[in-house]
């Protein structure tokens, strides 16, 4: 499975990026407004750093406005994914996009069928919000697996990006699902390496360590 990193902030993504765990990222216009930076400037930083695909989302609501937007996120560098939300007129211009060459990502989707739209758009990435679905007391992996089947039925290469991630199990449980990317914030990528039976065998290695006197250098 692949790690995207959900954020602006170029600083936690060279972070992550040098310990290999960053094989693309992810941006909104609410992490962009987060990161206090131009758009098309911290956009650039990101694609210059990250080799992988940079998701950069339009503000525009019309399809003919968000292809022009789409058009110019995509001069950014040749890595940029031009990000549309899952409305009719985002799939119109996910349609036009895809066909001129661009990798896009459609965001904000919430249902199989959504899904399926994208996948027939041609959509690169679909990112269901898993986090989102759970707050209501849905259940936000249930639509990872549901699209996972659905894709796989019919062989569409749209790639499952799980999005909204909330917490470390969410990356396993969609990894055991076989979503193809999973975007997180940097803390719950750093989450994954916790457990408090690490923390516990650490604390008990070292002092006997130091009971016994071992030194290594
Ligand atoms: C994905 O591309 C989105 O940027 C993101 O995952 C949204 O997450 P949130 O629901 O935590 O805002």
């Not at 697996?145 to 749209?158: F, K």
């Amino acid at each position: 499975m692949k790690f995207f990193v959900d954020t602006a902030d170029v600083d936690a993504i060279r972070e992550l990026h040098e310990l290999g765990m960053v094989d693309g990222v992810t941006t909104n216009p609410s992490l962009i407004a987060k990161s206090g930076r131009d758009i098309l400037e911290v956009t650039k930083e990101i694609c210059d750093l990250v080799p992988g695909p940079v998701s950069a989302e339009v503000v525009a609501t019309d399809a003919d406005a968000m292809i022009e937007e789409g058009r110019k996120l995509a001069e950014i560098a040749p890595n940029i994914a031009v990000k549309v939300p899952l409305t009719w007129d985002g799939l119109k211009a996910c349609k036009v996009l895809s066909e001129e060459g661009n990798m896009v990502n459609v965001t904000l989707c919430f249902s199989a069928n959504q899904a399926l739209l994208a996948a027939k758009a041609g959509a690169t990435f679909i990112s269901p919000f898993i986090g989102r679905l759970d707050d209501l007391n849905l259940d936000g992996l249930q639509l990872i697996a549901d699209i996972r089947a659905i894709y796989d039925n019919y062989g569409y290469e749209t790639q499952v990006l799980a999005a909204s991630i909330r917490s470390a199990n969410h990356m396993s449980e969609c990894a055991k699902i076989g979503a193809d990317v999973c975007t997180a914030p940097p803390s719950v990528i750093k989450a994954m390496a916790n457990h408090v039976l690490t923390d516990k065998g650490l604390a008990a290695f070292l002092a006997d360590a130091e009971k016994a006197g071992i030194k290594i250098v």
